[in-house]
Nanobody, 125 residues
Framework: QLQLVESGGGLVQPGGSLRLSCAAS????????MGWFRQAPGKEREGVSC????????TYADSVKGRFTISRDVAKNTIYLQMNGLKPEDTAVYYC??????????????????WGQGTLVTVSS
């Protein structure tokens, strides 16, 4: 079975940092592109960041570019999202995703094969 398990969410102050982890099972990171989507209260789900199956290409939504970094550890079959300079508008449930194609856009969701259960990130003072 293809499964993704997120962890690392929590409460953080504006300007603070947090690192999310996503452990994949049933496949290796070589098999799929992976990434992160999020859904804020009362808003549509949106793409945040993606990384290719080679790990060579990363993409980011404009809203997080320069603040967030996606990475992976092949040995651990895990991807990460390092979030710096967090803002209240980053508050959302963050979902790890995997599929043959990943882009941080609404349109790319149709290519995604598996979603994690989500982890809540709350940015508040």
């Amino acid at each position: 079975q293809l499964q993704l398990v997120e962890s690392g969410g929590g409460l953080v102050q504006p300007g603070g940092s947090l690192r999310l982890s996503c452990a994949a099972s049933g496949f290796t990171l070589d098999d799929y592109a992976m990434g992160w989507f999020r859904q804020a209260p009362g808003k549509e789900r949106e793409g945040v960041s993606c990384i290719s199956s080679t790990g060579y290409t990363t993409t980011y939504a404009d809203s997080v570019k320069g603040r967030f970094t996606i990475s992976r550890d092949v040995a651990k079959n895990t991807i990460y999202l390092q979030m710096n300079g967090l803002k209240p508008e980053d508050t959302a449930v963050y979902y790890c995703v995997a599929g043959p194609r990943c882009r941080p856009t609404v349109e790319s969701q149709k290519y995604l094969k598996v979603w994690g259960q989500g982890t809540l990130v709350t940015v508040s003072s």
